[in-house]
């Protein structure tokens, strides 16, 4: 069972109507991949390939799409490399086509590094995803990675198909979750057939208007591996809120959600791995809404509302 469950409520606007020229406009933002291209992540790369079209289109086909351009970065030990900042399909398509993995070596990779070179050519408000199966190797960046992506108002969501097998509270990826808890993102242990599917991620992460969150974490070495432990999570939703996406990672996962009235509001589930689910609330009305969450091992919940369009709104 968990012995404690770090819980808190923070339900923000992530993106906010802007003057430019005096006109309000919709301040747009960067679609952000992080990639250790080191051997071993060979399939992980080919995975994301599959999924470039669905993102494209996820986050194209909107007129009020948040998604301005998409960045690409590599990182190994000790290169990294700023690959493209581009809206357009075929040179983002190339860019991944022209990612040549190599190398390994010591295990621990400049995840950080290339992460720090990401948001330095991201926009402000930008979704960051980072792909390894490799602990980070220069922890020397973290605080100045965590100040420049709070900064800046990123959220980082990591993608991991491995690690060092320097257990759970090593320092080298103990950070991937101090840095996703810091920015309000999740961490996902996945199988590297699994990239593919937890790239839905991304695709419902893009999608337009503003976003509303709240995120609870679990505590790594304080919880159990096995056994399914239920945590339940308050959360209101706004008139102008249309659908709710909630976001868990952990071990064995199943999702309740159940209005102020005890009714149970439609549910489909957008994406499962042996890691992680995506469950979308349908049609929800304002209220007050509970979403119990059934996981074993660390466990993480980021619930975003989907709002109508309009003005913004903002939940405390």
């Known amino acids: 069972m968990l012995k404690y469950f770090c819980c808190y409520l923070a339900i923000f606007v992530v993106s ?93 990779e400049m995840a950080l590094t290339g992460l720090k070179l990401a948001l330095e050519n991201s926009r402000d408000g ?13 922890l020397d960046k973290a605080e100045t990675v965590k100040k420049l992506a709070k900064e800046k108002q990123c959220r980082l969501f990591f993608m991991m198909t491995g690690n060092c097998n320097y257990g759970v509270n090593a ?19 996945l199988t590297k057939k699994e990239v593919g599917q937890a790239l839905h991620h991304a695709v419902e992460s893009v999608r337009p208007s503003d976003i509303i969150a709240s995120s609870a974490f679990g505590a790594a070495g304080v919880v159990s591996d096995i056994v399914p432990a239920s945590n339940t999570i308050n959360f209101n939703v706004a008139e102008n809120v249309k659908e709710v996406l ?59 509302g989907i709002t109508k369009g309009g003005e913004s709104s903002k939940i405390v």
Not at 171 to 189: C, N, S, Y
């Open 16 to 108: 906010k109507p802007c003057l430019v020229d005096g006109q309000g406009v919709e301040k747009k933002n960067s679609l952000v991949f992080v990639i250790d291209d080191t051997g071993s992540m060979a399939d992980d790369i080919d995975e994301a390939k599959k999924q470039v079209d669905s993102i494209f289109d996820a986050a194209l086909k909107e007129n009020d799409s948040t998604i301005k351009d998409f960045v690409i970065v590599t990182f190994n030990d000790p290169d990294v490399a700023h690959r493209t900042t581009t809206e357009n399909r075929t040179v983002f398509k190339k860019a991944l086509e022209d990612i040549t993995v190599n190398g390994g070596g010591d295990c621990e």
């Open 126 to 138: 930008s979704i960051v995803y980072l792909f390894t199966d490799a602990d980070a190797k220069d």
């Open 246 to 304: 909630i976001s868990v990672s952990g071990v064995g996962i199943s999702v309740d959600v159940t209005d102020s009235a005890g009714g149970k509001p439609k549910t489909e589930e957008t994406a499962k791995t042996s890691g992680s689910t995506i469950v979308k609330v349908l049609d929800v009305k304002p209220g007050k809404y509970t979403a119990t969450v059934f996981s074993a091992g660390e466990t993480s919940v980021v619930i975003t």
């Open 171 to 189: 320092p080298g990826h103990r950070v991937f979750f101090d840095l996703a808890e810091a920015t309000q993102g999740q961490v996902f242990t």
